[in-house]
């Protein structure tokens, strides 16, 4: 014959699974504390799974998500379009020192970035492109090139960016340079310049995709791309770590001036 388990039988015959009813039929929240409680093993076996996850997982699906977005980037999707800007002449090719404070316009001998001695550091420049890239377009890739002038391998940090503006003009001081608000990326541990080839900077896709998703963007207006070490970020160990690029002057406007690489496709 089937007999009845009371409330009180079962706190005697089974005291941590009446208390864990008690919990359930009370609507009480079990915590982490509590599952320690009433069942180490299950508390346990959680920790574990917890531990598996930060340590393991999580770095796993980050480290997919930077390799399909670099999939992504290798792919080029249908109706790719690919625009190559150069610097138009030297004053558009500006190059500036903080110490001691230099600016030059029209008559630089190279692009320079980071620091020279002790009485001469933060050096960089600025380079203004006209760019014929529509209102709206889907940015794929964008990116300042640069041709380096001969080996150097020092270790520099830098930053390089876009002025935050619609249609840039042309930088007339050291103190305009310094004021222009930027949109910026690090680039630091530059890779090595060799002598007679093109660099690359680091992505800087957002920007332009930024800049040409203003309603008020126009196709044709002027981008101006930042690289310096203004905050003096480079290590003072040595002298001369830093890098050089050919200047618009410098190469008389030939194919080694500065240019900017953008691919985009027209609808977003």
Known sequence: MPFKITPKDLVELD???????????DGAQVNPPDLA?????ADT???????????????????????LTVYEEAIPPPGLITVISQ???????VSMRMA???????TGYYNSCGYINSSNWGEGCAMRFIVNIPQGAKVFAAHLMLWGLKR???????????????????ITSRADFLSRPRLITLWDDIEPFEGGKWVNSPSL???IQYLVSNPAWVSGNAIQVFWDDRLDRTDHTQEWTKREAAHY?????????????IAYTESA
């Open 37 to 41: 409680t009433l069942d180490p093993a």
């Open 249 to 261: 002057e410098a190469v008389g406007g030939s194919g080694w001036a500065p240019k900017f690489y």
């Open 15 to 25: 005291p941590p699974r009446a208390t864990k009813l008690d919990a359930i039929e």
């Open 45 to 67: 076996k959680l920790t574990t799974v917890e531990t598996k996850l930060t340590k393991e997982v999580s770095p796993a699906i980050s480290s997919l998500d930077t390799r």
């Open 100 to 106: 001691p404070p230099i600016f030059e316009s029209g």
């Open 152 to 170: 150097e391998t020092r270790v520099v940090r830098s930053e390089v960016g876009v002025e935050n503006v619609l249609n840039a003009i042309r």
């Open 205 to 207: 896709k957002s920007q």
């Open 87 to 93: 610097v138009a002449n030297g004053l558009d090719d």
